[in-house]
Nanobody
Framework: QVQLVESGGGLVQVGGSLRLSCAASGSSFAINTMGWYRQAPGKQRELVAAITRYGSRNYADSVKGRFTISRDNAKNTVYLQMDSLKPEDTAVYYC?????????WGQGTQVTVSS
């Protein structure tokens, strides 16, 4: 059974940084795309950033230049380095993985940016 475990969320001041990690386990197959989504109260879940197994990345316009996604294929782990954080980045952040056409989600980690 595939499991995604996130870590690294927390409370940070405006302009600060956080690094999220997500480790996938339980899969015998290679993980294709890994990504991060977020959901703020009263809003829909949205894509923040994604990265393919071969390193191709895409970002939401709102985080370009501030967030960096990376992954370690050997560890089945994806990271999200978040810099220059803003109050509007406050949300629950979810890790997402695509394995052979199936989508898996982590439990979410809260990121709160205080002004």
């Amino acid at each position: 059974q595939v499991q995604l475990v996130e870590s690294g969320g927390g409370l940070v001041q405006v302009g600060g940084s956080l690094r999220l990690s997500c480790a996938a386990s339980g899969s015998s197959f290679a993980i294709n795309t890994m990504g991060w989504y977020r959901q703020a109260p009263g809003k829909q879940r949205e894509l923040v950033a994604a990265i393919t197994r071969y390193g191709s990345r895409n970002y939401a316009d709102s985080v370009k230049g501030r967030f960096t996604i990376s992954r370690d294929n050997a560890k089945n782990t994806v990271y999200l380095q978040m810099d220059s954080l803003k109050p509007e980045d406050t949300a629950v952040y979810y890790c997402n993985s695509d394995i052979r056409g199936y989508t898996y989600w982590g439990q979410g980690t809260q990121v709160t940016v205080s002004s």
